[in-house]
């Protein structure tokens, strides 16, 4: 087994190299898994980048991210289900079997965290089922406190 089989490379954290580059440099230094950002694998094309990475031999172990389920505006309510189911399929396509999600932040003008919350847990009850048909997780990332406001209400688990 080789010292870097259990580490995986977040694109995100070398975003100036292009997926090709990605790859190319993961085979080279000898890295099997790697991370991948919705944005520019939908900018390279979702089954082209699936078989980029299937062909060089990488395991992709999440597609970053899904999320943003706090909007009270039932048409961006669905907006947001349907780019999550999306990305479900992105990430089955990707093969990994984990989409990680920002649940998203308070809506404008609100300060009703709880309200967030319930929001988040009513759209993750929603698209758990479509997510295991598909054979996707969600996994829900907690971020600091401070970015409650426009990002995540999630801090903690």
Sequence with gaps: MSALSRLSL??????QWSLPELAEGCVKAGVTGVGLWRE?????????AAELVRNAGLTVT???????FTAIDPEA??????D?????????????DTLVLVSGGLPPGSRDLFAARERIADALG???PY?????????????H??????????STL
């Design 10 to 15: 977040n694109q995100e954290t070398i975003k």
């Design 40 to 48: 520019p694998v939908q900018k390279y094309g979702v089954a082209a």
């Design 62 to 68: 999440s597609l970053c991210r899904g999320g943003f």
């Design 77 to 82: 309510r669905a907006t947001a289900l349907a």
């Design 84 to 96: 999550n189911r999306k990305a479900i399929d992105e990430a089955a396509t990707l093969g990994t």
């Design 126 to 128: 929603e698209l758990a």
């Design 131 to 143: 997510a295991a048909d598909h054979g996707v997780r969600l996994a829900i990332e907690p971020l």
């Design 145 to 154: 406190p401070m970015y409650a406001a426009d990002r995540c209400v999630v």
